[in-house]
């Protein structure tokens, strides 16, 4: 079928909370019953409900998941599937109901403090503001529209199915019923805060229009400022009797200066108990008088050019001592803003202070710099590579001016050292002759013990020409 054709919204009926409000300093808010009048207007609600619908119609409800809406909703139910006095249309067979959580009431916190707390508190919601006002520990007016806000857009999605019945029934609350009806039909905060609370088990019904498909309410809301306006005149009719009983004319405008006498209205924030903040804060006095320095500044909108010294409160700082003491978190001599800038010359930075690539002076002269690179010898080195890119002899690094020739000269004057039987570095060669290896750290291929002097220099032939081959090539 789609979209219903009626949405009826219900608040539950009189509960034990509305007949004693200190119940709810030991008992759940989610767990407070039904009186027996409320029982018996719950009943009544049903039967009223059966009067509206139609034989053909359908019906699905939704309800708060607190007791008192799910008794109201079973005493509902009760009398509109009772064939007494005569048999109803409506089964319960053929009914859905729905538990919804985003329909419960508003939070106030658990249990509740005592009732003066509550009044007060009360008081304080009316001057704060009825929609914005956070219960401590629980929810504000707008945290409610915002989960209803989630369930209007689920129930419309539910609207497109074809076979939603025709008839829906919310079971609810009173602050939850017109927080439904504002966001569905855009109440501004203002006449929301305006409206006054809807009565037990009173219906609001929402009938969708054939035309446009739109919902109107039946319903005229009650608001406040239309209950002060009646017992104004209600008043001013009661005055106006009594001054003519005694035979004397009314004075003109009294009314309205007896509304025009000023309120003076309570004060709920800052420290209505006297405040005691400053015992344990001390305010700093220089601080305070820059800051207040600086307010005046502003007012006077700086029409008097200022100098730059009192520009800001952190140019007219002390500059830091190079000695201090320990760091304080009321030390402001870290801070880098109150230290001056140092001085530079430029003309002594274009003659001899040599810059960096920047144009950053350095303030290093060329003659500590040449100071510098005679004591740092400047020496770079080259590799020889190796037979495989490894062994023993890979990666050996050597001097930059120890050149290839030169490496070449002492390996043919150390071989002819060697022929000519000449100790080198203080030992006897034949005392290390059968540990030598040669550059690559391979062992030499004639390794005899036996063989004499002859042989050993072949063998230091043979290696400098291995050497020779391989120094300088590239594998």
Request: glycine residues 6%.
């Amino acid at each position: 079928m789609g979209r219903p054709r009626l949405i009826i919204l219900i608040r539950h009926a009189q509960s034990e909370g509305n007949k004693n409000r200190e119940i709810h300093q030991t008992i759940p808010d989610h767990r407070v019953k039904l009186t027996q009048e409320g029982w018996q207007q719950a009943r009544d609600a049903g039967r009223r409900l059966r009067s509206m619908l139609r034989p053909d119609d359908t019906l699905q409800f939704y309800t708060s998941p607190y007791r008192r809406t799910r008794e109201t909703t079973e005493g509902i139910l009760e009398t509109l599937t009772s064939d007494d006095p005569d048999p109803s249309p409506f089964k319960r067979d053929n009914m859905k109901v729905y538990e919804e959580p985003r329909l419960r009431e508003q939070d106030f916190g658990n249990f509740q403090p005592c009732s003066a707390e509550m009044e007060r508190m009360w008081q304080e919601r009316a001057d704060y503001g009825h929609f914005f006002y956070r219960i401590p520990n629980g929810e504000s007016a707008a945290d409610a529209y915002d989960r209803v806000s989630g369930f209007n857009e689920s129930l419309w999605r539910q609207f497109g199915d074809d076979d939603f019945p025709s008839v829906c029934v919310l079971v609810t609350h009173g602050l939850m019923s017109r927080v439904f009806l504002m966001k569905w039909y855009h109440f501004s905060v203002e006449y929301f805060e305006d409206l006054r609370n809807v009565n037990h088990c009173e219906f609001l019904i929402m009938e969708k229009q054939k035309d446009s498909g739109k919902y109107d309410l039946k319903n005229k809301l009650r608001t406040w400022s239309e209950l002060r306006r009646e017992r104004a005149a209600i008043k001013a009719k009661e005055e106006d009797k009594e001054l003519t009983d005694i035979g004397k004319e009314k004075e003109p405008n009294k009314l309205e200066r007896q509304n025009s006498t000023p309120i003076v209205p309570r004060k709920w924030g800052g420290c209505p108990q006297g405040c005691n903040h400053g015992k344990n804060f001390k305010i700093r006095r220089d601080l305070a008088e820059l800051r207040q320095h600086d307010e005046n500044s502003a007012k006077n909108g700086f029409a008097h050019v200022v100098p730059e010294v009192n520009g800001t409160i952190a140019s007219r700082r002390t500059p830091a001592k190079k000695v201090q003491g320990p760091n304080n978190s009321d030390d402001d001599s870290d801070d880098p803003r109150s230290r001056p800038a140092p001085h530079i010359d430029v003309t002594k930075a274009q003659e001899e202070v040599v810059s960096s690539p920047d144009g950053t002076p350095s303030f290093i002269t060329i003659e500590d710099r040449l100071r510098n690179a005679l004591k740092t010898p400047q020496k770079s080195t080259f590799l020889h590579t190796g037979r495989d890119f490894g062994g023993t002899y890979s990666g050996h690094a050597s001097e930059e001016e120890f050149s290839e020739n030169d490496a070449r000269e002492r390996l043919a004057a150390r071989a002819a050292r060697v022929k000519n039987g000449e100790r080198i570095n203080g030992r006897d060669p034949s005392a290390t002759r059968h540990a030598h290896a040669n550059r690559l750290g391979d062992a030499p291929n004639n390794s005899d013990q036996g063989s004499d002097g002859d042989n050993e220099a072949e063998d230091l032939d043979k290696a400098e020409k291995e050497d020779r081959s391989i120094r300088g090539s590239v594998y």
